[in-house]
């Protein structure tokens, strides 16, 4: 399928699940089990973020490199170096204080601490099962003197951080699991803790067509709604065309401060 025609997928609809069970059957009977553990779950957890929550506890339970989007170890590796080399290509520097929104068990983390100052690493997430696993993957690499910040976070008001603090904001694979009013609680906040002259740069799951999610853990946006929600708080935000040659099947925007 052409990348056009993929970007006009509504994967919501009945008529796509039907092909795609019909293509896939081996992967009909774990779909049904997912399907039937988050409708539990949202049952549970009526709130997103608690839901959220709740499923990247089961995930993880399961096996933290695959809670994170990984299908691999490998795979796992290779997506964090994907991650570091493109920021260090934009000029992420080790004096940078960086804010990793979403951090994971640290796929990309891992080499965002080793490459940075001592202390100017923080990693957020909303499920203390994913940040117990990323003290692991520390002790693994042997980053203990680096001294990272990790941080559970309930939400993306980011009002526990300073002012004006971080050169990079970062969060990739997080808006991609978020409904619109999560995305817009961090674009509502996130400029004040950017320093000036500092960019936030988040992925997403692009549509052209309809926008739709998928269990609530998937949501297909399309870009100009997020750069015009990025413009309604008073920020800049532009579709980062180079991230587009990564092999990766979400789509980058950045934004920063005006002026």
């Given at each position: 399928?052409?990348?056009?025609?993929?970007?006009?997928?509504?994967?919501?609809?009945?008529?796509?699940?039907?092909?795609?069970?019909?293509?896939?059957?081996?992967?009909?009977?774990?779909?049904?089990?997912?399907?039937?553990?988050?409708?539990?779950?949202?049952?549970?957890?009526?709130?997103?973020?608690?839901?959220?929550?709740?499923?990247?506890?089961?995930?993880?339970?399961?096996?933290p490199e695959a809670a994170v989007g990984?299908?691999?170890?490998?795979?796992?590796?290779?997506?964090?170096?994907?991650?570091?080399?493109?920021?260090?290509?934009?000029?992420?520097?080790?004096?940078?204080?960086?804010?990793?929104?979403?951090?994971?068990?640290?796929?990309?983390?891992?080499?965002?601490?080793?490459h940075l100052d001592a202390g100017n690493?923080?990693?957020?997430?909303?499920?203390?099962?994913?940040?117990?696993?990323?003290?692991?993957?520390?002790?693994?690499?042997?980053?203990?003197?680096?001294?990272?910040?990790?941080?559970?976070?309930?939400?993306?008001?980011?009002?526990?951080?300073?002012?004006?603090?971080?050169?990079?904001?970062?969060?990739?694979?997080?808006?991609?699991?978020?409904?619109?009013?999560?995305?817009?609680?961090?674009?509502?906040?996130?400029?004040?803790?950017?320093?000036?002259?500092?960019?936030?740069?988040?992925?997403?799951?692009?549509?052209?067509?309809?926008?739709?999610?998928?269990?609530?853990?998937?949501?297909?946006?399309?870009?100009?709604?997020?750069?015009?929600?990025?413009?309604?708080?008073?920020?800049?935000?532009r579709f980062m065309e180079d991230w587009?040659?990564?092999?990766?099947?979400?789509?980058?925007?950045?934004?920063?401060?005006?002026?």
């Amino acid at each position: 399928m052409s990348s056009s025609k993929a970007m006009l997928k509504n994967r919501s609809h009945l008529g796509h699940k039907v092909r795609y069970a019909v293509s896939n059957p081996a992967r009909i009977a774990p779909y049904l089990k997912r399907h039937a553990r988050d409708t539990w779950l949202r049952l549970k957890h009526p709130d997103h973020v608690d839901y959220y929550r709740a499923v990247m506890a089961s995930d993880t339970a399961r096996n933290p490199e695959a809670a994170v989007g990984s299908r691999s170890h490998d795979r796992w590796l290779a997506l964090g170096e994907m991650q570091f080399d493109y920021l260090a290509e934009h000029g992420l520097a080790p004096h940078h204080r960086m804010l990793d929104i979403g951090c994971g068990n640290l796929r990309a983390g891992r080499l965002f601490i080793d490459h940075l100052d001592a202390g100017n690493y923080y990693g957020i997430d909303i499920s203390p099962d994913i940040l117990i696993s990323a003290k692991q993957t520390l002790t693994t690499f042997g980053l203990q003197d680096k001294l990272p910040h990790l941080t559970i976070t309930q939400n993306l008001t980011l009002d526990f951080l300073p002012d004006a603090h971080f050169d990079v904001v970062h969060a990739h694979s997080v808006f991609s699991h978020s409904p619109i009013e999560v995305i817009e609680e961090c674009l509502a906040h996130v400029g004040r803790v950017l320093a000036p002259g500092g960019f936030f740069d988040f992925t997403f799951d692009r549509t052209e067509g309809a926008e739709h999610q998928v269990l609530r853990e998937d949501f297909y946006y399309r870009t100009q709604t997020l750069i015009a929600l990025a413009e309604k708080h008073g920020l800049r935000a532009r579709f980062m065309e180079d991230w587009e040659t990564r092999p990766h099947g979400q789509s980058k925007i950045r934004v920063s401060l005006p002026g």
